[in-house]
């Protein structure tokens, strides 16, 4: 299907009503939330997916506002055609408690003294986020999600999600985070904190309204944090070592390097976008995030029901792929339905904003669970068992196909005859058929997932996989091309 965006969309407001009782014993008033969905409410009300954003993104993940040029920060994922298919699933974004997107936080105002509550705002965690996120689901008037997915810190959201309010999702896929933050994480978002505070503008939380704000304290928070977004490798092939504006090294503090202009200009552009105060308590949420704090974390993750996938970046330094490997492990301790994913890519932790082609196949198949049936051919031309290798090599031929099916007079299965067997004929001067062709053949069924025969095919070696029902009749074929076409299409 053509992928389409979903268009101009509106950003909505969500007012809860009771006061929200925090982690922290203190308890929020007024609190609100901003909001976008995209797609529609099923009649059942069962096919909603809420979207959890990473440490600075909002609740605009997909379409566009005023304009087209700047979409929503997931659009490559949300949308008809896309992964989370608007034609198929109601998806839901909220800007997270202690943000500055439109819900509260520091910046907003606090109903008792009229002024932003600036450091009068209680120190908030994912589990907080969560809570509100949940409010704002009962409010929509939906009792079980389909999917919690959230990527970063929106993967912390979602794992929280799950454990919080197991039998309010079937499934949750957590994507480039961990169920704890590690020593190095938290001291990653100590070093942007100390920038932020050290600011003489930051003056104690309070620069709201006035002229000078903490914009180099942020910005230089916003640099060290976007390190650890990208990879080694990711940074050689977009700068190597080149230089910006200039043809020879400066030898002052003049910037000399395209990696420095380019870590300049996202912390510039981050200081037009987002609160210093906000970027504190939401770091501080993050560090605070640890699912194993009473004892392990299979003993953190017990009351988890909903399916999860878990998805790694196989360059991300910030969440490694051990982290999320811990989580799967436990996971399975557990006996969760549990599959794990891994995207391959050079971009480091970005990538799950970034690997269009890849994060689309794995979340569908989750999602949607694509099967065989999806994308098996099921016109296929066989050969009976008593030809010729002569025959078979006609019809290969004539077909452009590698396999041909050997099947008896019911179209039950008797073997397979590839290119490498025609190849073998030659060598070993045979005619018959049934002397070369492969008799062992490894066969799939309709109803297997796309994931599931994927590795099968990867584990044997193998392109071809004949569809057979239980009988061993032949149904059809699914070749490693029309997978490929299958992630293709994103
Ligand atoms: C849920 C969420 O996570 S939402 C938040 C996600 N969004 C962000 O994190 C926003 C900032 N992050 C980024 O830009 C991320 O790297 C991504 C993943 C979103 C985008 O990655 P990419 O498409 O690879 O963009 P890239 O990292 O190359 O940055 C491009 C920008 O750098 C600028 N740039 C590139 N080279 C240089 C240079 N030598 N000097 C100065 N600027 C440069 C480009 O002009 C472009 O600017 P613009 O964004 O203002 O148009
Ligand atoms: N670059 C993303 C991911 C960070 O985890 C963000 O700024 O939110």
């Known amino acids: ?68 040029a700047k979409p929503g920060w997931w659009d490559m994922i949300i949308g008809p055609g896309k992964a989370l298919d608007t ?55 939906i009792e079980k999600l389909y999917a919690v997915i959230g990527g970063s810190m929106g993967g912390m959201q979602a794992l929280q999600w799950a454990v919080s309010y197991p039998g309010m999702m079937e499934k949750a896929s957590i994507i480039a985070t961990t169920a704890r933050s590690s020593p190095q994480q938290i001291a990653f978002n ?16 309070e620069y709201y309204g006035k002229e000078r704000t903490p914009r180099s304290g942020l910005s230089v928070a916003r640099m060290i944090g976007h390190i650890t977004y990208l990879s080694d490798e990711s940074m050689y092939k977009k700068f190597g070592r080149d230089l910006q504006d200039r043809d020879e ?11 420095e202009s380019y870590l300049h200009h996202q912390g510039e552009s981050f200081v037009r976008r987002f609160d210093a105060n906000s970027y504190l308590y939401i770091t501080k949420a993050v560090d605070y995030f640890d699912l194993a704090i009473n004892g392990s974390l299979s003993d953190g993750l017990k009351d988890i029901k909903a399916k999860i996938q878990v998805i790694a970046v196989d360059s991300d330094w910030l969440y ?25 890519s050079d971009y480091g932790h970005d990538a799950f904003l970034l690997e269009n082609g890849q994060m689309n196949f794995v979340l569908s198949n989750f999602l949607s669970e694509n099967t065989v049936e ?21 019809i290969m031929f ?23 067997d025609l190849s073998k004929s030659i060598v070993e001067d045979c005619t018959e058929l049934r002397e070369v062709m492969t008799k062992d053949v490894k066969t799939c069924k309709c109803e297997d997932s796309i994931e599931h025969i994927a590795r099968l095919m990867k584990k044997f070696n193998i392109s071809c996989l004949p569809v057979v029902d239980d009988e061993l009749n032949l149904e059809g074929i699914i070749t490693t091309d029309q997978i490929s076409h299958l992630i293709s299409n994103y």
């Open 374 to 394: 999806d994308v098996m051919r099921t016109e296929v031309p066989t050969i009976p068992i008593d030809s010729t290798v002569k025959e078979a090599a006609v």
């Open 398 to 420: 004539d077909d452009e196909i590698t396999h041909l099916p050997v099947v008896d007079e019911n179209n039950l299965l008797f073997g397979i005859v590839t290119a490498w």
């Open 249 to 259: 090294l400066s030898y002052d503090f003049a910037l000399d390097f395209q990696v």
């Open 87 to 141: 034609d198929k699933y109601f998806v839901i974004c909220s800007n997270v408690l202690g943000g500055c997107k439109g819900s509260t936080g520091p910046s907003s105002i606090n109903p008792e003294t009229g002024q932003e509550y600036a450091l009068d705002f209680p120190i908030i965690t994912i589990e907080d986020m969560v809570h509100a996120q949940k409010k704002l689901i009962e409010y929509i008037g």
């Open 320 to 344: 490694p792929v051990d982290q999320s490997k811990d989580l799967l492990t436990a996971l399975q301790t557990n006996d969760t339905e549990v599959i794990y994913n891994e995207i391959k």
């Open 1 to 68: 299907m053509k992928q389409k965006s979903v268009g101009r969309v509106k950003n909505k407001k969500f007012a809860i009503k009771d006061d929200l009782k925090l982690s922290s014993g203190k308890t929020l008033s007024n609190v609100e939330l901003s909001y976008e969905t995209y797609g529609d409410l099923n009649s059942a009300k069962s096919n909603a997916i809420l979207v959890c954003h990473a440490l600075t993104g909002d609740a605009h993940a997909a379409g566009w506002h005023l304009n087209p």
């Open 190 to 205: 100590e070093v942007g904190r100390q920038s932020i505070i050290s600011d003489p503008f930051w003056n104690n939380g």
